[in-house]
Nanobody, 121 residues
Framework: QVQLVESGGGLVQSGGSLRLSCTTS????????MAWYRQASGKQREWVAH??????????NYAEFGKGRFTISRDNAMNTVYLQMNSLKPEDTAVYYC????????????WGQGTQVTVSS
């Protein structure tokens, strides 16, 4: 059974930075896409960023609110995907989830348990 384990959340002041990690229980090459989502209290889950593998290349994209502040990256040797978040704002407060999708699948079928990010003003 595929497991995704997130870490790196915490409490940070506005303007600060955090780096979230997501480690997969099997080779990251098993997945053709990795993504981060978030869900703030009382709100729907929203997409944050994704990294799609096509051949040897990875292509990243970001939600508008994350452009210029968030960076998704991978360490294939560690089976880990990261989300570097800079210039954090109170509105970034949410539970952040890692998700993975295998080749041939349409949806992100594999999810982590989430890690809380709280940004104080």
């Amino acid at each position: 059974q595929v497991q995704l384990v997130e870490s790196g959340g915490g409490l940070v002041q506005s303007g600060g930075s955090l780096r979230l990690s997501c480690t997969t229980s099997e080779s990251i090459f098993s997945f053709n896409a990795m993504a981060w989502y978030r869900q703030a209290s009382g709100k729907q889950r929203e997409w944050v960023a994704h990294s799609i593998s096509i051949g040897r290349a990875n292509y990243s994209n970001y939600a508008e609110f994350g452009k210029g502040r968030f960076t998704i990256s991978r360490d294939n040797a560690m089976n880990t995907v990261y989300l570097q978040m800079n210039s954090l704002k109170p509105e970034d407060t949410a539970v952040y989830y890692c998700a993975a999708r295998k080749s041939g699948e349409v949806e992100f079928d594999y999810w982590g348990q989430g890690t809380q990010v709280t940004v104080s003003s």
